[in-house]
């Protein structure tokens, strides 16, 4: 009988790659598609995921035991005062509220010179009357809205309104009723020092940080760089430190006042003026030479003195200002660029959570936290949910075909995770650049396919071995029984 030429189907070993030698070779080389989708597999080899670190920064925003901190996750899920402080316009409201009192603390400054609120003009009473009770019945609204009041004390913008409620509550309030009680007039107390205390309240133009990322991304920037900078004006000090010292061995000596003056005119010996010590020296060098105040003055002093002074302040302008300072604002920039691109990418990932979280809970109809292609098929059904795609910069028709390839592996079906799908979803934002990473990932999927195609190719050869050696086998038996026939005839 003929044999099947091995041979022809023979691939390259490989020894990394782990072959199924168990007899359900042919169900899987011609299995039909599974009823279940299979778990994505996240790299080809289970212990070089060289996505792992990437992986870990966006599960941190899509975990939920990771969650960042939510007072709303405190509040009860049902009733009037939850639905109050959970809504945005409530939020709003109190925002403007607190920069109308912010403004109101520059006219009460300016116009209320009474010492207490019993003196006052109407005007300011019932100013501070409707925002002493609107701030009040914020904090109250908050703190019913708690599910365990406890809870209260462990979230710190609600203690930081509570203590400005108290100050407010103090004065001008409390102070007015004492004195009442004492017959009137003024109490003995620093009230100046307590007028100061209103300032606190200009302190809830903190609260503005949270709805204007913008100014959180400058404020982090700064803290950023406050080490760049620490180190910039380190050496800043150092440059000063050695061209004072060099100022005062070269600057010439000043003889007395009159003789300064008879000769220099007003502006008297530039060592008495600009170079009489050491820090002296300094802290004219950084005002005139740093700073660049007023520099034609000190330079046209020195040049008519010393011309040795004259070259080492050029020097000075050309390193601490034109250098020192111009470098202190390129580390700036670079700084405050680098952590606003961190902040956007972290705003775009929440937005994204946002949108889609709730939307991918509606889709998952078997509940098993994964997307699948018949599942994901229904996201381009629902209109909200290619608004939400078109608000965060995503091409629907790239997405559509970059889902053909994942939620497919060789044909079969599989299911992706949530994190997958927006990490997906991020990756095709509009703008995006593509990085080595990128190119990698993709060689990486390839590198996968070629290896699953062979080792398929691997099992079907294993498989014609196999046949070979049955008819081997056969052929073998054949031989036997016709020799045995032979020797009969």
């Known amino acids: 009988?003929?044999?099947?030429?091995?041979?022809?189907?023979?691939?390259?070993?490989?020894?990394?790659?782990?072959?199924?030698?168990?007899?359900?070779?042919?169900?899987?080389?011609?299995?039909?598609?599974?009823?279940?989708?299979?778990?994505?597999?996240?790299?080809?080899?289970?212990?070089?995921?060289?996505?792992?670190?990437?992986?870990?920064?966006?599960?941190?925003?899509?975990?939920?035991?990771?969650?960042?901190?939510?007072?709303?996750?405190?509040?009860?899920?049902?009733?009037?005062?939850?639905?109050?402080?959970?809504?945005?316009?409530?939020?709003?409201?109190?925002?403007?509220?607190?920069?109308?009192?912010?403004?109101?603390?520059?006219?009460?400054?300016?116009?209320?010179?009474?010492?207490?609120?019993?003196?006052?003009?109407?005007?300011?009473?019932?100013?501070?009357?409707?925002?002493?009770?609107?701030?009040?019945?914020?904090?109250?609204?908050?703190?019913?809205?708690?599910?365990?009041?406890?809870?209260?004390?462990?979230?710190?913008?609600?203690?930081?309104?509570?203590?400005?409620?108290?100050?407010?509550?103090?004065?001008?309030?409390?102070?007015?009723?004492?004195?009442?009680?004492?017959?009137?007039?003024?109490?003995?107390?620093?009230?100046?020092?307590?007028?100061?205390?209103?300032?606190?309240?200009?302190?809830?133009?903190?609260?503005?940080?949270?709805?204007?990322?913008?100014?959180?991304?400058?404020?982090?920037?700064?803290?950023?760089?406050?080490?760049?900078?620490?180190?910039?004006?380190?050496?800043?000090?150092?440059i000063t430190y050695v061209f004072g010292i060099a100022m005062r061995n070269l600057v010439p000596k000043a003889g007395t006042d009159d003789e300064c003056t008879e000769k220099w005119?007003?502006?008297?010996?530039?060592?008495?003026?600009?170079?009489?010590?050491?820090?002296?020296?300094?802290?004219?060098?950084?005002?005139?030479?740093?700073?660049?105040?007023?520099?034609?003055?000190?330079?046209?002093?020195?040049?008519?003195?010393?011309?040795?002074?004259?070259v080492l302040s050029w020097c000075y302008v050309a390193l601490a200002s034109l250098t020192v300072m111009n470098m202190l604002i390129g580390v700036l920039c670079e700084v405050i660029s680098a952590v606003a691109v961190e902040e956007n990418e972290s705003l775009m990932v929440d937005r994204v959570h946002d949108k889609l979280g709730s939307l991918m809970e509606q889709l998952d109809q078997n509940s098993d936290g994964t997307l699948s292609w018949d599942e994901f098929k229904g996201v381009l059904e629902f209109p909200a949910a290619l608004k939400c795609l078109e608000d965060v910069h995503v091409d629907v028709g790239s997405l559509i075909d970059m889902a053909e390839d994942t939620f497919f592996e060789d044909g079969d079906p599989v299911s992706v995770s949530f994190e997958d799908f927006m990490s997906m979803v991020l990756d095709l934002r509009g703008g995006q650049q593509a990085t080595v990473a990128d190119i990698l990932r993709s060689g990486k999927r390839f590198t996968q396919k070629i290896m699953n195609v062979t080792n398929r190719l691997n099992k079907c050869d294993e498989k014609v071995q196999a046949q070979n050696e049955r008819v081997d086998a056969m052929d073998e038996k054949l031989d036997m029984i016709l020799g045995a026939l032979q020797k009969e005839e």
């Open 1 to 238: 009988m003929a044999k099947v030429a091995s041979s022809d189907f023979v691939r390259p070993e490989q020894p990394n790659v782990a072959v199924d030698n168990g007899e359900n070779a042919d169900a899987d080389l011609m299995s039909p598609t599974h009823s279940k989708p299979l778990p994505r597999k996240k790299c080809l080899f289970e212990f070089s995921d060289t996505e792992a670190i990437k992986e870990k920064v966006r599960a941190a925003k899509f975990d939920k035991s990771k969650r960042p901190y939510d007072v709303k996750d405190n509040y009860h899920e049902t009733g009037f005062f939850q639905w109050i402080a959970k809504h945005e316009r409530f939020e709003n409201c109190t925002l403007a509220v607190i920069v109308i009192n912010a403004f109101w603390i520059s006219v009460d400054t300016d116009g209320n010179t009474a010492e207490t609120m019993l003196d006052a003009k109407p005007m300011y009473i019932v100013a501070d009357s409707l925002f002493f009770g609107y701030f009040l019945v914020e904090v109250i609204t908050r703190f019913i809205a708690f599910k365990n009041k406890r809870d209260c004390l462990k979230d710190g913008w609600f203690k930081f309104d509570f203590v400005l409620v108290l100050l407010y509550a103090f004065d001008p309030f409390t102070i007015a009723i004492v004195s009442k009680a004492q017959g009137g007039g003024a109490l003995d107390l620093p009230t100046s020092v307590l007028r100061l205390c209103r300032l606190a309240r200009l302190s809830r133009l903190v609260r503005m940080l949270r709805s204007l990322p913008e100014l959180m991304i400058m404020i982090k920037g700064m803290l950023t760089a406050s080490l760049s900078v620490g180190y910039t004006l380190g050496l800043l000090m150092v």
């Open 265 to 310: 005119g007003e502006d008297g010996c530039i060592e008495n003026t600009f170079f009489s010590s050491v820090p002296e020296a300094m802290h004219n060098l950084i005002i005139f030479g740093t700073f660049l105040d007023d520099l034609s003055f000190y330079m046209w002093a020195v040049k008519a003195q010393s011309p040795a002074c004259l």
